[in-house]
């Protein structure tokens, strides 16, 4: 049986992290409400910007420079 479900989350494994996340958010709005949930949600956001750069070997403040040029945004 566990190995029937190990099977199935690891074809599945970005639903299942999606199914987390999703359920995560809507605790904390829950708990913290709207406002201060999105405000959670988008520092979570720039984590992960921070982060995925520190991974990829990527210069941070130079990232930044050029998202704050750029004209697009």
Not at 15 to 29: A, C, E, Q, V
Not at 34 to 48: D, E, L
Not at 51 to 71: A, I, P, T, V, W
């Amino acid at each position: 049986m566990w190995q029937e479900f190990k099977e199935i989350a690891i074809k599945n494994k970005g639903k299942l992290i999606g199914i987390l996340i999703g359920f995560l958010i809507s605790i904390t709005y829950l708990w913290l409400g709207f406002f201060k949930g999105t405000f959670v949600a988008i520092c979570i956001a720039i984590g992960f910007f921070i982060g995925k750069r520190f991974d990829d070997d990527k210069d941070f403040m130079e990232s930044l420079k050029n998202l704050l040029k750029s004209k697009d945004f």
